[in-house]
């Protein structure tokens, strides 16, 4: 696995020492071992076997901390002997869409922004439209094309496995099955309504945050910015709902809201490192 990746999955930011890591690493399989997800035992299984690699790259490169070079090299030996930094590592270790992986990629990923942007339009801003006319056609088409590109990035992805026809695959299938959930009426509403009101507010404020990445046009001027800031909120009302429902349809819905939260952070992240373009 990518170290870049690695660190992303135990959301680290800098070296840490090795006991650090494996108390990260038991509370990862704490909260996403099969056993302890058994209505999602596929997206269990994936998910732990990356967080097994990551232990294992990140495990691998802590025990080998960069050397310090008393005096600055030669040019002979700069050439012959380069030496990798952290952060150089972190910048080469994904590798840059080949031209013809671009001229496959974004035609696909761009048909699902583009269903993406007309259904916050047409569903989640609106979603009276939804049974009018011409509108609820608008909203239909919108999700056909998200589930068309969503189809063909996971074919794409098996295919390359590069990092951003993964991400774009990972996020593209967890959009639309957000999308597929809705707003489900939950039972014994009145006992977990703290809960559910909170989950429901982080869901709504999490795809203004996706609208203001994407779609920066939509947002009124007096607005850019709010939305991403509070991104991070977002994600802590998940985890609380993750933790407080142990099974059910409402452990299905947090579980769907984090892996979804992941898969745009690796999007962001790719963005950010002058992969992915968006």
């Known amino acids: 696995m990518e170290l870049r990746r690695a660190l992303t999955i135990f959301r680290l930011q800098k070296r ?9 690493f038991r509370e990862l399989v704490k909260k996403y071992h099969p056993d302890k997800v058994r ?11 990356e967080i097994n690699d990551a232990y294992e790259t990140l495990a691998e490169w802590l ?3 960069p050397e310090e070079k008393k005096t600055a090299p030669t040019v002979k030996e700069a050439r012959e002997n380069p030496v990798r930094t952290d952060e ?3 910048r080469r270790e994904t590798p840059a869409v080949s031209s013809v992986d671009r001229n496959i990629f974004y035609p696909v990923f761009n048909s699902f922004l583009n269903g993406l942007g007309v259904y916050y339009q047409y569903g989640l801003d609106n979603p009276a439209y939804r049974a009018e006319g011409v509108r609820r056609f608008r909203y239909r088409e919108a999700f056909r094309t998200i589930q068309k590109a969503r189809d063909k990035l996971e074919v794409y992805s098996k295919m390359k496995r590069h990092p951003v026809f993964l991400a774009a695959s990972r996020f593209s299938r967890l959009t639309a099955a957000e999308i597929e959930l809705g707003e489900p009426e939950y039972k014994e509403r009145m006992k977990y309504r703290k809960f559910d009101d909170r989950f429901r507010l982080a869901r709504r404020s999490f795809d203004d945050a996706i609208k203001e990445i994407f779609f ?13 800031s509070g991104i ?14 142990t099974e059910g349809e409402r452990r299905n819905a947090a579980i769907l809201m984090t892996a979804r939260y992941d898969a745009l952070m690796d999007l962001l992240e790719l963005r950010n490192n002058g992969i992915l373009e968006f």
């Not at 209505?39 to 076997?49: L, V």
């Not at 991070?232 to 429902?245: E, I, K, R």
């Open 39 to 49: 209505e999602h035992p596929g997206w269990a299984h994936e998910r732990m076997s």
């Open 63 to 65: 025990s080998h901390p």
């Open 232 to 245: 991070y909120a977002c994600y802590t009302s998940f985890v609380l709902y993750l933790t407080v429902f």
């Open 216 to 228: 920066p046009e939509l947002i009124p001027k007096h607005l850019t910015g709010r939305a991403v």
């Open 88 to 90: 150089e590592l972190f």
């Open 16 to 24: 840490i020492p090795i006991e650090s890591l494996n108390s990260i």
